[in-house]
């Protein structure tokens, strides 16, 4: 019998750690757990020891265990410094705030956050950028710092978009959508339901493209997350039955899914029978996430949802008992915290000695950032590009959807489709009928107010919000800027060639929410097109 090697060399160790990082890329947590503790012993240089015990901390956060994570990433952290390698000290630090988060501790999390992402943007690299903007954004979510957290959020998902992270651009979307819905949760506890209802619906459509997402990259991780959100903001706005249907559509195995998966979807539809004053079958849900949940910081969370629906099913004996038992945990849960950020600050104060050596590389580091300037220049380039239609100049759907996010209420919206625009393409070429949507972008900038925004909505179509402090009604707007497109001599572009438009009009206070007026000028264009086009259908018309 051949005799098997004893000892491995580096080469077989970095293949290991390489091979564990693409496990964990893809949520297999287990495999990459095997494989980085392999390339942890095998390791004979620091740079590979650091990244398996990077990948190790990684999947210990993802498997529910935090004191493991926090232990084994500060080891990692002292490496990365060690070595001087800013990059990598950054990520593992993403990782640590991203578990402090899961405990409790927003404070530590956010310390740890902005000093990762210092360290990315010295390094220079997107992905720990990314890793770190992703951080601070779930802070400032669980802070209920909602404008803060959407800037930080939307600044990861451009970076992932820029590294082509078709998975991780998923997940941060998803991230948005908790955003928008707790906002939503925020406009509800003001009592005003129809900025509630709008955050919400907004919510519901990133979060469907977020499960969508991750079911096209294969990734169940991302895609379970997504759904279950998906979920609960379905019963937010009225449709529980629709939020049990789409619960049904994924199921749960506790081989591949991680127990905080487990337990999300669990009270998730908790919340669903809830919304459905199903009170029993939503206590049993709440009871079975507790009993399974890890950690008194999850505990606390599922005592305080069972409470509640005993509460609502009138069996206070019981409530009162699970509120005590969230106050006793709320107590645990401070006094872990305040270990926890002793222990970080004892490893915080280990660390201080190479303060030195940190602001040598700061110098350094002065060089590095002056070199990758125009790699900044070059992402605020494409960040501008994202949000602009590059054949027309006008804003392009993701900035229309922002705005109708932020201030949809305010205006009123025009959507204008071209006549047979088919016809100018065929009659004349592509590159007339670029050249027509150009000049009519150049007339759509003019037409409106200082306080109104065009944008190219898809293809010949684009959309004008009208500001609800302008005199001049929505219709009229419209009606103006038909009969300027009808009259324009288009045969500078190209002889004989005319142009009209049709266009569909609803005015601000017709709908409760952005996506109510979206539908409504939709249905109204449709009318103007098939009752002869070159015409305005809008609410005085």
Not at 232 to 246: D, W
Not at 387 to 404: F, K, S
Not at 412 to 431: G, P, T, W
Not at 436 to 445: C, F, N, P, T, Y
Request: proline share 2%; hydrophobic share 40%.
């Amino acid at each position: 019998m051949n005799a098997q090697p004893e000892v491995q060399t580096r080469d077989d160790a970095s293949s290991l750690v390489q091979q564990a990082q693409a496990h964990l890329d893809m949520a297999r947590y287990s495999p990459a757990m095997e494989l980085a503790e392999r390339a942890e012993t095998l390791a004979d240089t620091d740079g590979v020891r650091a990244h398996a015990l990077a990948v190790i901390a990684a999947c210990h956060h993802r498997l529910d265990r935090y004191a493991q994570s926090i232990e084994v990433g500060l080891q990692a952290v002292r490496l990365w410094h060690e070595l001087g390698d800013l990059a990598g000290e950054s990520s593992v630090r993403s990782t640590i705030a991203r578990v402090l988060i899961l405990t409790g501790d927003l404070t530590e999390a956010l310390d740890e956050g902005l000093i990762a992402l210092e360290l990315a943007e010295l390094s220079g690299e997107l992905r720990p950028r990314q890793l770190a903007l992703t951080a601070i954004g779930i802070v400032h979510l669980c802070l209920r710092q909602y404008e803060m957290s959407m800037e930080y959020c939307e600044r990861a998902a451009e970076t992932a978009r820029l590294l082509g992270d078709v998975a991780v651009h998923g997940s941060l979307i998803d991230t948005i959508a908790c955003v928008l819905m707790g906002q939503a949760h925020a406009a509800r506890e003001e009592g005003d339901e129809p900025t509630a209802l709008a955050h919400g619906e907004l919510a519901i459509d990133r979060a469907r493209e977020a499960m969508e997402t991750g079911r096209a990259a294969g990734h169940r991780y991302f895609q379970a997350n997504a759904l279950g959100n998906l979920a609960e903001m379905l019963a937010f706005v009225g449709r529980p039955q629709e939020a049990l249907a789409m619960m049904e559509t994924f199921r749960i195995d506790p081989e591949l899914d991680s127990v905080s998966t487990i337990t999300h979807h669990l009270d998730t539809r908790g919340c669903i029978y809830m919304a459905l004053r199903d009170y029993d079958q939503a206590a049993r849900l709440f009871a079975e996430a507790l009993e399974r949940c890890v950690g008194n910081n999850a505990a606390m969370y599922y005592c305080e949802h069972l409470s509640e629906a005993h509460e609502k099913n009138e069996n206070f004996r019981a409530a009162l008992e699970y509120h005590k038992r969230f106050h006793t945990l709320f107590t645990l849960v401070a006094s872990e915290a305040a270990q926890r950020s002793a222990n970080i600050a004892a490893i915080r104060l280990e660390t201080a000695r190479a303060q030195q050596y940190a602001m040598r590389e700061r110098a350094r580091a002065e060089d590095l950032y002056h070199s990758n300037l125009e790699l900044t220049r070059h992402a605020e380039s494409l960040l501008q590009q994202s949000l602009e239609d590059p054949l027309t100049g006008l804003a392009n759907r993701r900035l229309l959807d922002r705005l109708l996010a932020t201030d949809g209420a305010r205006y009123s919206i025009a959507l204008l489709d071209v006549d047979h625009f088919k016809r100018v393409n065929d009659n004349h070429s592509h590159q007339i009928g670029d050249e027509v949507l150009r000049q009519l972008g150049r007339l759509l900038q003019q037409s409106g107010g200082p306080a109104d925004h065009a944008a190219r909505y898809g293809g010949e179509e684009f959309a004008l919000l009208l500001s609800e402090s302008d005199d001049e009604p929505g219709d009229a707007v419209a009606e103006r800027l038909r009969a300027t497109i009808e009259t324009y001599d288009w045969s500078v572009i190209a002889p004989d060639l005319r142009v009209t438009v049709s266009i569909g009009v609803a005015a601000h206070h017709e709908a409760d929410s952005a996506a109510g007026l979206l539908e409504i000028a939709d249905r109204r264009l449709y009318e103007a097109k098939h009752g002869g086009r070159n015409r305005v259908a809008g609410p005085n018309r």
